[in-house]
């Protein structure tokens, strides 16, 4: 068997469906039923499309409910638990803070423009009855910004194996499942981005299977007056984080990782508490550089 990269773009980023095929039209067909899946769940739930359920709901704020389907409903639900084990620091009304931060242009927000988005934001407010929801107040918003990518990396690992590949893996800019080691039986080596260091790797993480996901400081972020606002905001303020650089988990599911190395970057100073907590093996930056890992140390590490 041999080894096939297809890259591809999803949800603004740089993709790659690697698995291992007897040949290449085989790859192609496999890893292309992988995409296609990936490609649905962008159109799905993407905010920016207009015919996406999540826009729809959006644009019904304030209005009748809308009837969602039982896919919806569960991520719905899986919402509601990491709002609940986040102690609300898990949001996914508070998307409406991005009409007041715009990364493009190096300025914070006016307090005024923040309290607005923040009076919006509320996930206990959602209603919801059966397979109907509905965001009651005008200018509310759902986002599934926050596990939608890792949501698509496995189910497009899920499309995979049910096509019969059990060496591979999807990487959606670094959000990764990993179904199933090298032919050899060797693990794939995942590289972690450093935080601070565009050209270099964190750390190398050896896969057979699982997941990866990292959430950090340097993915969207404005530096103003020497202090860094990144995209990851706090629903009780409308400010960014500040505690972590950089948090990388190694779980299961991709959305499981994902959640966990969020909530982490939310709960800032108490973020190393609940990483040890959740039992999953981590590997974090803190805003002074310093390192914090559980579970078998890297193949490789840079500091900052």
Request: include cysteine.
């Amino acid at each position: 068997m041999q080894v096939y990269r297809l890259p591809f773009r999803a949800m603004g980023s740089v993709c790659e469906v690697v698995l291992a095929a007897a040949d290449e039209a085989s790859a192609n067909a496999h890893g292309g039923a992988a995409i296609a899946e990936v490609q649905r769940i962008e159109a799905k739930y993407s905010r920016y499309r207009d015919d996406s359920i999540i826009a729809r709901l959006n644009a019904g704020a304030g209005g009748a409910p809308i009837s969602c389907d039982a896919e919806t409903l569960a991520l719905l639900d899986f919402a509601q638990q990491l709002y609940r084990e986040s102690g609300g620091l898990f949001d996914i009304t508070s998307g409406v803070l991005r009409k007041a931060w715009d990364f493009r242009q190096r300025c914070v927000p006016a307090p005024g423009a923040l309290a607005a988005c923040v009076a919006a934001i509320g996930w206990a407010r959602v209603e919801r009855d059966g397979a109907q929801v509905r965001l009651p107040q005008a200018g509310m918003e759902l986002d599934f910004g926050g596990f939608g990518k890792e949501y698509a990396a496995d189910r497009g690992g899920e499309q995979l194996l049910a096509q019969g590949v059990r060496h591979g893996y999807v990487n959606l800019a670094g959000d990764i499942r990993v179904i199933g080691p090298k032919p050899d039986g060797s693990p794939w080596t995942i590289g972690i981005q450093h935080p601070r260091r565009q050209d270099a790797m964190l750390a190398a993480i050896p896969l057979l299977q699982g997941a990866l996901a990292t959430s950090g400081d340097y993915e969207r972020f404005i530096e103003v007056g020497g202090q860094r606002h990144c995209h990851i905001l706090d629903p009780r303020t409308g400010h960014s984080v500040r505690y972590w650089r950089s948090v990388s988990v190694l779980a299961p599911q991709a959305i499981v990782a994902g959640a966990v190395s969020t909530i982490a970057m939310l709960q800032q100073e108490s973020g190393l508490d609940f990483l040890r907590a959740s039992g999953f093996d981590f590997l974090a930056m803190d805003h002074s550089g310093a390192l914090y890992r559980a579970g078998p140390a890297p193949s490789q590490t840079h500091p900052a």
